[in-house]
């Protein structure tokens, strides 16, 4: 089956700015897909030339294996919810929601009434004849969402959905769009710049700096076996230890990670030592901050040869130590993860 | 006694009376000449500017409208304002479309091409028109007049359908085309009704212009009459002169209504969107 | 039309859509041909016209245009002294307007701005904008009323008893005249009211945009309210006066109308362009003399910008 999004050696430039960079990915048919990235790293741009609002400098892109690389954005089968939601104001919920179907010119009581299915979708049937100006932001997004899913699209682009959504209203939409996906069925892909948001929703997650994929890998494998330095930084956060400290802890200059939850410190007396110097690798530093986070507790260590460790911890006597304390940082040498 | 916070009138910071008295007869001073046109429409002295007026009547009103010259003069001036808004609301709303969306060479050349007519003084903008004409061994009459007021009403609907459409968000139209509506079905849909007040206001803006305009009409018109042509020859004729009163309100009327409403529908498009 | 022919005409319709939709340069020409044809046409044309026409002459015998660029119309319009002497009158009663414009306009504005509270401030705002929006003639023609001979102004005059000082403005030479109506005293009155507006908007925009905490230090290191207004906000708002004066100038500078109606004997530019276009025929004077404005208003618009009107307007 034909890959539902395919992108081959896509280009887009602003000027002399390289927005993307030669990108190639390929999306399949009913995946929920993830675009992260910082700001200014291409994935909106990416987004934007899937949905046609763009057209790519180089390179082709692919639907069901057509290429739509010319095709203007009301000839795609592809529907965007935006960022700013992007409701008409002049149109009634009802009316938005149809606006798909009045542009096909379909019958005005079967508009209504596929309308109004689509608001039950989204759990807003009562509000059918509201103004936008007259919803709240979480209400307003759901219809966005009706009117995108309204055509039945093969695909769904949402840039950014989550945004403007406080948190418990967020952590609820990202429930809800994950199940309104499995039941649609159709592939999602859907841009954000919260690695916690695109970890937890997405199967695959393409992770994208300065207009080029760093990595493309399911949430389990970014987090756990990052391939650069970038993606072990911005997915996670993870330590990462290169140069001279990784030549003299490693023998190579090669650089790796380590996460955080897998470092572990030791007060400098205790005597109960916990694996053997062999499967260990052990650092001396001084305690810079703690920050306590309910289930865990951060530390900021400052090794002695200068870099700056986190280490987190359930372990209540982390909580303890004081700021200024010498402690001996140490991980287990299965926990360091090679970067390119 | 209302709270301090909202007026920005402190202890140290008060008015004097002088100050106060001079902005408010200022104010006052501005609109006396109007005030003075109602009263004289209505006084029973037909010679002279007899001051104040022995008595009021309708009886000019009905005179007026007996006039055929008056009639004709109205009819065309309306005709006038008429196609003339059309045009300009044409042209302004083409103008907008193309400036509020692009970045491209020559903007600037174009936005002070289009404030021109209303920059250099009618008299320039007259005889220019009438140069034209002239060489080009036309005669000047209707068309010339709707040509003339064509011109400087461009950039009265331009300026308001511009402001509008810049306040459009870029995302409102990509949605349109996003879910499945091509160009000239979005600007049906979605642009035009966003432009709707700004085109009526900007229209109603023009007609008032058209309708009231004098100055560069003197030199386009040749031997027609709009209604303040009529108005100028009169004002040189102290016979009938209370029919020019009324006249005179008629012309006051017909330009403020529009230009009011103008005003109110921009004003409730701001707080609208 | 058959459901064949009608999908055919929305395919067409919507093919040409995609085609200015990926050729935005076509759509933009598209759009732009009509307003641009027009106006390099009708108006640039008629400029260009009237350039060209105050390079040529009429010859005295035929009274007839001689087709030949020459400076001699120019020459005329710069070197009679009844020509001259228009030149100066008009630009004089600019001058004077524009001055007595902005000593009116400004303690209007000031209290519009600074006192007035929020609801006195619209009254003000729509108080000052409503007179622009009257009918230009139908104002000019109101004050002809108001100052003619038994007209308001000296009604009011003569019940205060004050007729020997109505006599007495009238009777100073030059500006004086029979009646106010036909006056230079009148016309300038008349003048000032027209474009009193004009000079009070960019004002109040100016002053709106003097921060209250520059009025506050004023006030906090002793100067009385009289003092913060010379030193303070005046410099402050000098921008806004020239952007006003800008307005003043080109169109005192160019009005025939009023001069005509409310006026003394003397002619202005304006009236010296419509009488010689009209009566006397001879375009190329009259083409010439509309430079003049053109010129004098394009020096002033250098000084204005040197006050920095254009950052204000």
């Known amino acids: 089956m034909a890959a539902a999004i395919e992108f081959r050696n896509v280009a887009r430039n602003y000027g002399e700015v390289r927005a993307v960079d030669g990108v190639s990915l390929s999306i399949a048919q009913g995946e929920f897909f993830a675009m992260l990235g910082p700001s200014g790293s291409g994935k909106t741009t990416c987004l934007r030339l899937i949905a046609g609002f763009e057209a790519p400098d180089g390179g082709s892109i692919l ?11 009301y000839e795609r089968d592809v529907n965007t919810v935006f960022q700013d939601y992007a409701l008409f104001p002049h149109m009634t919920v009802l009316q938005n929601v149809a606006y ?15 309308a109004l299915e689509m608001l039950e979708l989204v759990k807003l049937s009562a509000l059918g004849d509201r103004r936008p100006s007259q919803l709240s932001g979480g209400q307003r997004q ?9 055509n ?23 429930i809800e769009l994950k199940n309104l996906q499995r039941r649609l069925g159709i592939t999602f892909v859907f841009v954000t710049h919260d690695q916690g948001e695109a970890l937890s929703m997405a199967d695959r997650v393409a992770v994208f700096n300065q207009g080029k994929i760093e990595q493309l890998d399911t949430p389990r494998a970014l987090y756990t076996q990052p391939i650069t330095t970038f993606v072990a930084r911005f997915v996670g956060g993870a330590n990462v230890i290169e140069g001279e400290l990784a030549q003299r802890l490693r023998g190579s200059p090669q650089p790796f990670a380590v996460r955080a939850e897998n470092v572990r410190l030791r007060k400098m007396d205790d005597t109960v030592s916990g694996q053997p110097e062999s499967q260990c690798t052990r650092c001396p530093g001084t305690v810079m901050d703690v920050q306590y986070h309910g289930a865990t507790t951060r530390c900021q260590v400052r090794l002695d040869s200068g870099e700056l460790v986190s280490a987190a911890s359930t372990d209540a006597d982390v909580a303890i130590l004081p700021a200024g304390a010498a402690v001996m940082v140490e991980w287990p040498h299965a926990a360091a993860v090679t970067l390119r | 006694m209302r709270s301090d916070r909202s007026r920005r009138v402190h202890a140290w910071n008060k008015p004097s009376l002088g100050a106060r008295i001079a902005a408010y007869t200022g104010l006052a001073f501005m609109h006396v000449p109007v005030l003075v046109i109602l009263l004289y429409a209505f006084t029973t002295d037909d010679r002279t500017y007899a001051f104040p007026p022995p008595g009021l009547t309708l009886r000019w009103f009905e005179a007026a409208f007996a006039r055929s010259d008056i009639w004709t003069a109205l009819r065309l001036s309306l005709s006038v304002a008429a196609l003339a808004t059309v045009s300009s609301l044409i042209l302004g709303s083409l103008t907008a479309l193309a400036m509020s969306r692009a970045k491209f060479r020559g903007k600037e050349s174009i936005a002070f091409l289009l404030i021109l007519p209303i920059a250099l003084p009618g008299i320039v903008t007259g005889i220019a028109l009438l140069t034209a004409i002239k060489s080009v061994a036309i005669d000047p009459g209707f068309w010339t007049i709707v040509a003339g007021h064509t011109t400087f009403c461009v950039v009265i609907v331009y ?15 990509e949605a349109s085309m996003d879910l499945g509506a091509d160009g000239w079905q979005t600007f049906r849909f979605i642009v035009l009704p966003q432009m709707a007040t700004a085109l009526l206001a900007g229209g109603m803006l023009a007609f008032a212009l058209s309708f009231d305009e004098i100055i560069v009409t003197l030199f386009t018109a040749g031997h027609e009459r709009t209604l303040p042509i009529w108005f100028f020859n009169e004002l040189f004729r102290p016979r009938e002169r209370p029919i020019t009163n009324v006249v005179a309100v008629i012309v006051m009327v017909v330009t403020f209504i529009p230009i009011l409403l103008a005003y109110y529908l921009t004003r409730a498009g701001d707080d609208g969107g | 039309m058959t459901a064949a022919v009608a999908s055919n005409a929305a395919g067409v319709f919507r093919r040409a859509a995609t085609f200015l939709y990926r050729r935005p340069n076509v759509y933009l020409a598209l759009l732009l041909i009509p307003p641009l044809l027009w106006f390099g046409t009708v108006y640039l044309g008629s400029l260009f016209a009237l350039l060209a026409n105050s390079f040529y002459a009429i010859d005295e015998f035929t009274a007839k245009i001689v087709y030949q660029p020459t400076l001699a119309t120019f020459k005329q319009v710069v070197t009679q002294p009844a020509h001259i002497d228009i030149i100066l009158r008009t630009l004089v009663m600019a001058v004077a307007v524009t001055i007595a414009c902005a000593i009116i306009a400004l303690p209007i504005a000031n209290y519009m701005v600074r006192y007035a509270s929020p609801r006195r401030k619209a009254l003000f705002y729509v108080g000052v904008m409503l007179p622009m929006w009257m009918s230009y003639l139908v104002k000019v023609y109101a004050w002809r009323l108001i100052l003619a001979k038994q007209g308001i102004l000296s009604w009011i005059l003569e019940s205060c008893g004050l007729q020997g000082v109505l006599d007495a403005v009238l009777g100073i030479p030059a500006i004086g005249g029979p009646s106010l109506s036909s006056s230079y005293i009148g ?10 507006p004009y000079m009070i908007l960019p004002l109040a925009a100016a002053l709106e945009r003097v921060p209250e905490s520059l009025l506050q230090a004023s006030a906090d290191l002793g100067a009385r309210p009289r ?16 952007a006003g004066s800008v307005f003043t100038f080109s169109l005192t500078l160019g009005d025939y109308i009023i001069p005509s109606v409310v006026g003394a004997p003397g002619y202005f530019i304006g009236m010296m362009v419509y009488q010689q276009q009209g009566t006397a025929g001879n375009i190329p004077l009259a083409a010439a003399f509309s430079v003049v404005p053109i010129v004098l208003i394009m020096i002033y618009l250098q000084l204005a910008k040197r006050a920095g009107a254009f950052d204000a307007l």
């Open chain 1, 142 to 150: 759901r219809v966005s969402l009706a009117r995108a899913l309204i």
């Open chain 2, 159 to 173: 300026n308001n359908v511009v402001a509008r459409l810049r306040r459009l968000p870029r995302s409102w139209i």
């Open chain 1, 63 to 73: 639907l069901d294996g057509q290429d739509v690389t010319d095709r203007a954005p």
């Open chain 1, 152 to 174: 039945h699209p093969r695909v769904l682009l949402l840039d950014e959905p989550l945004g403007a959504l406080d948190l418990k209203l967020r952590e609820e939409m990202q």
């Open chain 3, 187 to 196: 016309m300038f009155i008349v003048f000032v009211y027209m474009w009193l």
């Open chain 1, 100 to 114: 798909g179907l009045r542009v096909r010119k379909v019958p005005r009581d079967e508009q209504r009434r596929r």
């Open chain 3, 227 to 242: 003092q913060t207004f010379w030193n303070v906000v005046l410099p402050l708002v000098v921008p806004g006066l020239a």
